[in-house]
């Protein structure tokens, strides 16, 4: 599990630090004056922020009207989000599937995180810490959490061309959004967007095992404070984007826990039912890995791979019984969440 989060973090880190530094040379009350036009920053202009420039004039002109700019802004980045939620959406459907398989081996899991808090010297820790990797493994479940980093990276010329788009160009940089200028940080819209985001981790959190919510507490809260972050060092022009992005992500989010959340769970209760978990992780081996230096762990390979077939047929009745606990487990907590 922490490949996953420090897959995440390394990719959150990515979009703030390539944002500040590729609108780095647009600080400054003449930015918009002196659009770069050599070296590095005058290609990404040329490539993203001018496209971007007359994407959002020619929307402004359509619609028309005191707030003509940054309607514009809301209409663009309204449909570059829509165009993401197929593929967002597809994510979210790998991730919860995880979830949802994740919840039957918990078991297995809390016994290794017991084991590694006991676990006396290197030779030991890795030994169970080996043991997670085989329970993932064999039971066919990803260390990634079933979801990319696609979405965030396709969202990175977005935010590069409406921040240049802004910066270069006296007609948006000068405009206003409800008496909001868009070439300014605007507090009120940051913190609007931000709290999208906070509602929207809120109701992710929501169709996770209890187990799992502490460990994605502070993955949850990274997309809020990114988006407060780097509305408040850039433009209110910006931060629209993020607005609308956290209004279609909430709508997204309801979709995920009313409509595929049901639908995965019945699913996976019925391949689990089928195919129950494997069973690659008891207390009985820790216990022997713990005071036995490992030859616990030896002698239960070996008698894996011995296995008659009345054994491994014992093994399946075993699975069974063990996935049948963990159903009923999960049923009397949703019951008593009720």
């Known amino acids: 599990m922490n490949k996953k989060y420090v897959k995440y973090l390394s990719v959150l880190s990515l979009v703030l630090v390539l944002t500040l530094v590729l609108t780095g040379c647009a600080q400054g009350s003449s930015a918009n004056l002196h659009a770069p036009t050599s070296g590095p920053y005058g290609f990404i202009y040329k490539w993203l922020g001018t ?38 959406l597809n994510q979210q459907y ?18 290794i995180q017991d084991a590694q808090k006991k676990a006396k010297g290197p030779d030991q820790t890795q030994k169970v810490s080996g043991l997670m990797m085989d329970v993932y493994k064999q039971n066919n479940l990803s260390l990634t959490g079933g979801m990319g980093c696609l979405p965030l990276l396709l969202q990175m010329p ?16 000068s405009a206003t959004f409800l008496s909001i200028p868009l070439g300014k940080p605007s507090i009120l819209i940051a913190i609007i967007a931000t709290v999208f985001y906070l509602v929207q981790g809120w109701m992710s959190l929501q169709i996770v095992a209890p187990e799992q919510r502490k460990q994605m507490q502070t993955m ?24 609308v ?16 959340t049901p639908k995965i769970r019945k699913r996976t209760d019925a391949e689990l039912e089928k195919n129950p978990v494997k069973v690659v992780v008891t207390k009985e ?6 005071n036995n230096g490992g030859s616990e762990s030896t002698s239960t390979s070996t008698k894996a791979t011995n296995a008659t077939p009345e054994d491994r047929a014992n093994e399946d009745k075993e ?18 969440k009720k």
């Open 94 to 111: 790998k991730s919860t599937t995880q979830q949802e398989k994740m919840r039957a081996i918990q078991p297995q899991l809390k016994l």
């Open 285 to 290: 081996m820790l216990d022997g890995i713990l």
């Open 51 to 88: 496209p971007f420039q007359n994407l959002i004039l020619k929307t402004a002109q359509t619609v028309g009207g005191k707030n003509a700019y940054a309607w514009g802004i809301v209409i663009i980045s309204f449909v570059v989000r829509l165009l993401l939620v197929p593929l967002a």
């Open 245 to 260: 992005g956290g209004v279609v992500i909430l709508i997204q989010q309801f979709i995920t826990n009313y409509v595929i």
């Open 220 to 243: 949850i809260l990274m997309s809020p404070m990114m988006t407060f972050f780097i509305s408040m060092i850039s433009t209110a022009a910006l931060a629209l984007y993020f607005l």
């Open 319 to 336: 699975a069974k019984d063990f996935h049948k606990n963990i159903r009923e487990l999960n049923k009397g907590k949703q019951q008593r």
């Open 158 to 173: 977005i935010l590069i061309g409406i921040y240049q788009a802004v910066q270069y160009s006296k007609q948006i940089g």
